[in-house]
């Protein structure tokens, strides 16, 4: 089993910053593409930043810009730098990943860590 786990999340008034963590752990072989995605409720959950496992990164035109994303391979973590927060970032955000673990190939994803931005 492959387990994703976020940290990082929490209130911040609008301007500020606030970086994400999600470390993958379990049965790993080689792990992809990783991702942050948000979900406000009542709407599809959305791509914010995309990173391939050779750095390769896509991001979300509302966040381009203000977010960066980076991984390090070595510790099968991914991170979401957020600067210059605006109240319309606020959501729930997930990590995500395609993982080679024993029983092949599958998309994984976290918990969800809530990134508020209010005054």
């Known amino acids: 089993q492959v387990q994703l786990v976020e940290s990082g999340g929490g209130l911040v008034q609008p301007g500020g910053s606030l970086r994400l963590s999600c470390a993958a752990s379990?049965?790993?072989?080689?792990?992809?593409?990783m991702g942050w995605y948000r979900q406000i409720p009542g709407k599809q959950r959305e791509l914010v930043a995309a990173i391939t496992s050779i750095g390769s990164t896509n991001y979300a035109d509302s966040v381009k810009g203000r977010f960066t994303i980076s991984r390090d391979n070595a510790k099968n973590t991914v991170y979401l730098q957020m600067n210059s927060l605006k109240p319309e970032d606020t959501a729930v955000y997930y990590c995500?990943?395609?993982?080679?673990?024993?029983?092949?190939?599958?998309?994984?994803w976290g918990q969800g860590t809530q990134v508020t931005v209010s005054s």
């Open positions: 379990g049965s790993i072989y080689r792990i992809n593409d």
């Open positions: 995500g990943a395609h993982v080679l673990g024993a029983s092949g190939y599958a998309n994984y």
